[in-house]
């Protein structure tokens, strides 16, 4: 799960940067881009699974 939120964070930068108010770890829970993200970090973790 570590892995999953550490892609995740990485993501978040690679779109917002320091251009969100928000650091990833202060997104709430029930964020639907939280949950995109979390999403796109599953994703792109199946797909280095191989």
Request: net charge negative; hydrophobic share 40%; proline share 0%.
């Given at each position: 799960?570590?892995?999953l939120f550490r892609v995740?964070?990485?993501?978040?930068?690679?779109?917002?940067?320091?251009?969100?108010?928000?650091?990833w770890d202060e997104l709430p829970d029930d964020s639907s881009?939280?949950?995109m993200i979390l999403r796109a970090a599953h994703a792109?973790?199946?797909?280095?699974?191989?």
């Open positions: 799960m570590d892995e995740a964070d990485h993501i978040w930068q690679d779109i917002h940067g320091s251009r969100s108010v928000f650091a881009e939280r949950r792109a973790l199946l797909g280095n699974s191989t």
